[in-house]
């Protein structure tokens, strides 16, 4: 029988080895989806609730495997739900491809119904490789270098097809001129710096007393070798938000997130450090590095435009980080001196304390930090976690001890909300025998989570383990924006725009037949993890939090103060509950006569 072109592009996805494409069916890529299902299960497709919701499965996928993640849709609508979660895998660095079907070839510059000019939609996001196909024998070039660029670039990629093309004959290139003759296959290269390179690094990094390291998602294969490195220099080290999974948070040196959601340990390390080795991380705030001129600096990056961008860096080295510190670290010249690393130590220790402390504080009616903190010390071995942007990702940041052999990851880059549950279903598909925990602000599961959950209604019977659990936290309350309001604006909450309503979650998980649990007392907080955990079926867990309780920066500065002061004097509509709740954490940071370890 003839082979369509549809059928062409499912045996050149799984020649590839794409095995799990994420997606919404309709008319403009009909022709793909019956491939698929003619090609009886070569490739899994797990039909997502909304476009964008599979683009961030495909986006979290490629996150977790490391391998290409593939979404699809329809024309029109269906592309232009797919961009935003796009972005989230594109500002990433994750290889995408995403394939989108498109009105017949003829009907294109009519005005059609659905008719959108995708190639100029998505040249933007997918800028490193995004073509529309206009015959049968092209689309086997489009294929590869579509994959081939997006694993090479770690970039988005796009392929267009007109519905009347994913129908039509399939036909191989003609040997004559014009014609291109692709082949499958891609293995990425072993990239280090030149010795000579290494070497200048070395003598910078061999100079410093105070060495500190901040890693990110580069640094997630390269544990065993960032550890041996900090080992030589007697260094610290901070992760950005992509790298938590990057160095267990039980050595004594590691100080945890760095930034607004960061530690105050991490921030100290900032501050105080000699000299800096970034590795694989392209953390965005300037301001909680080193003051410009403090520091001597080394970045490893695997992208050349992300060198030197956030700190100017004395050495730029270019190479994938475990290979990159494997031949920096016979260069490294042990330090004799501990006491860096024992300050750290110290500091960190009194840090931990001090979080449980806060942790432990009443509050109206549940301390939204105990939610994180009550879960650290029970989280199973081998655990995949997310968090959504708002006020949750700070708990998740600060309070979740990473342990070796979990995973965890958040929308870093584009911080949207909305990424925790399709993260948590990809995370599933990729490793279904292991536990899966997302973190979930009430504001995004009422932006588009909820309706996810009934795609973990329809496939978690089919997962090895069915460990999955979705904590809400419900707060009625846009949060993280509330207090941004108050202390970046000096504003008090507009409720109008912060108000939203209250939704029993975990009623809603009860009516699709997953378990729900409710929790509005604090002491009932732990039993109710470990009940989450022994399920034998996917959990929502509500808790209802207390949305006066601040998800402060590590360092509160004087500005800040001003504003938070201005907006108490313009009077605040929670302005009871959000003296109580920031006096109960560390209003006496910024008080007068009051000094925070910082100062």
Known sequence: MTQTVGEFLVERLHAWGVRTIFGYPGDGINGVFGALNRAEGKIKFVQARHEEMAAFMASAYAKFTGELGVCISTSGPGASHLVTGLYDARLDHMPVLAIAGQQSRDALGGHYQQEVDLPSLLKDVAGAFVQQASSPAQVRHLVDRGVRVALAERRVTAIVLPNDLQQAAYEEPARVHGTLHSGVGYSRPKTVPYESDLRRAAEVLNAGKKVAI???????????????????????AAKALLGKAALPDDLPWVTGAIGLLGTEPSYRLMSECDTLLMVGSGFPYSEFLPEEGQARGVQIDLAPDMLSLRY???????????????????????????????????????????????????????????????????????VILTSDSGSCANWYARDLRIRRGMMASLSGGLASMGAAVPYAIAAKFAYPDRPVIALVGDGAMQM????????????????????????????????????????????????????????????????????????????????????????????VLEVKTDPEVPPLPPHITFQQAMHYSEMLLKGDPKEGGVLKGTARQVLSAILPGHHSENE
Not at 225 to 233: F, K, P, S, W
Not at 318 to 330: F, I, K, N, Q, Y
Request: proline fraction near 7%; charged fraction near 25%.
């Open 312 to 382: 100017p860096m004395e050495v730029n080295l270019v190479g994938d980080a475990a290979e990159t510190l494997r031949a920096l670290l016979p260069l490294l010249v042990a330090k004799e001196d501990t006491a860096w690393r024992e300050a750290i130590a110290r500091s960190l220790a009194k840090w931990w304390k001090r979080l449980e402390e806060r942790a432990m504080q009443p509050a109206a009616p549940v301390n939204p930090q105990r939610v994180a903190w009550e879960l650290s010390p029970r989280l199973p071995e081998q």
């Open 448 to 539: 588009n989570n909820m309706a996810e959950l009934i795609t973990v209604a329809k496939y978690w019977r089919e997962w090895a383990s069915p460990h999955w659990i979705c904590c809400v936290f419900n707060n009625e309350d846009l949060n993280q924006v509330t207090w941004e309001q108050r202390v970046m604006e000096g504003d008090p909450k507009f409720e109008a725009s912060q108000d939203i309503p209250n939704v029993p979650y975990h009623r809603f998980a009860e009516l699709i037949g997953l378990e729900g649990l409710y929790v509005d007392q604090p002491a009932e907080l732990g039993s109710a993890w470990e009940q989450a955990l022994a399920c034998e079926r996917p959990v």
């Open 214 to 236: 901040l890693v990110g998602a580069g640094a997630l294969e390269a544990t065993d070798e960032v550890i041996a490195v900090a080992d030589r220099l007697g260094a610290g």
